[in-house]
Nanobody, 122 residues
Framework: QVQLVESGGGLVQAGGSLRLVCAAS????????MGWYRQAPGKQRELVAG???????NYADSVKGRFTISRDNNKNMVYLQMNSLKPEDTAVYYC????????????????WGQGTQVTVSS
């Protein structure tokens, strides 16, 4: 009933910028936390940045000062502005959200997007 779709990945040179966009759609009553994770080849998936409905954010130390997460609660969208990209930022980036689904009561259900590839060349 709910889908998360990411867009905005691609190939960029070191020092460049990309903006990732995630759109949530379907039978959404409300969205609590939203976030971006990434997984590089041979590594575990890690949290990059998170944001709750009130706007508070948190970031991985490795991206602080370079990445900015934001959201549009009216559009059920979350964004990740990535500046000063480094080759070590290369990974598949996944959108994640805790969602209350229409007709399913109070519990939050966790959803993942399909991922978008970000490649930073040196």
């Amino acid at each position: 009933q709910v889908q998360l779709v990411e867009s905005g990945g691609g190939l960029v040179q070191a020092g460049g910028s990309l903006r990732l966009v995630c759109a949530a759609s379907g039978s959404i009553f409300s969205i609590n936390a939203m976030g971006w994770y990434r997984q590089a080849p041979g590594k575990q998936r890690e949290l990059v940045a998170g944001i709750i409905s009130g706007g508070s954010t948190n970031y991985a130390d490795s991206v602080k000062g370079r990445f900015t997460i934001s959201r549009d609660n009216n559009k059920n969208m979350v964004y990740l502005q990535m500046n000063s990209l480094k080759p070590e930022d290369t990974a598949v980036y996944y959108c994640n959200a805790d969602i209350r689904v229409v007709g399913f009561g109070p519990p939050l259900y966790n959803y993942w997007g399909q991922g978008t590839q970000v490649t930073v060349s040196s």
